[in-house]
Each structure stands twice: as C-alpha cells, then as structure tokens.
Nanobody, 115 residues
Framework: QVQLVESGGGLVQAGGSLRLSCAAS????????MAWYRQAAGKQRELVAG???????NYADSVKGRFAISRDNAKNTVYLQMNSLKPEDTGVYYC?????????RGQGTQVTVSS
C-alpha cells in the first residue's frame, strides 16, 4: 500500500521560510513525477511545483524565484523549500506522486503565513 507522509508545515510570518517534506513508502522503482499542490480556503487546488525523474522542474508563476522543489530518489522523498513567504501562500499543501500513470496524494500539511 502506497503512503505519502508530509511534514514541515506550520505558522510563519511573512518573509519567513519553511521546508516541506513528503516521503513515499510502498513504491518500488523510479517515480515519474513528484509534485506539490496547495488549496487555499474557498479556492481550487493548484499546482505549486513539480519535478520529473530527470529533475526537470516546473513552477506556478506565483512562486517562481521563491520556492524550490527537489527530490531524493534513494529516499523516495520530495521537498519544497519555500522562501519569502506571503500571506497568499497560506493553504493546505499536498504532495503527489505519479508512477506508470498511477497517482497518489498525501493527506496535506497546513501552511499559514501571517502578515
């Protein structure tokens, strides 16, 4: 059974930093795509950042230059370094992994940025 466990969320002041981690267990072999999504209250879920198995990355325009996604294939873990956080970054952050067109998503971790 595949499980994704996120950690690193919390409360931070605007301008601060957080680092999210997501460890995937129950998966063998290479993971094609790992990503972070977020959902703010009353809004649709949106893609924040993604990274392929060859470390090609993509970011939402709103986080470019502030966030960095990375992965550790040996640990099946994806990270999201978030700097210069803004109140509009507040939301529940979910990690997602895709392998052979199958997708799994974590339970989410709350990030709250105070002004």
């Amino acid at each position: 059974q595949v499980q994704l466990v996120e950690s690193g969320g919390g409360l931070v002041q605007a301008g601060g930093s957080l680092r999210l981690s997501c460890a995937a267990s129950g998966i063998s072999g290479s993971i094609d795509y790992m990503a972070w999504y977020r959902q703010a209250a009353g809004k649709q879920r949106e893609l924040v950042a993604g990274i392929t198995s060859i470390n090609s990355t993509n970011y939402a325009d709103s986080v470019k230059g502030r966030f960095a996604i990375s992965r550790d294939n040996a640990k099946n873990t994806v990270y999201l370094q978030m700097n210069s956080l803004k109140p509009e970054d507040t939301g529940v952050y979910y990690c997602s992994v895709t392998q052979n067109r199958r997708n799994w998503r974590g339970q989410g971790t709350q990030v709250t940025v105070s002004s």
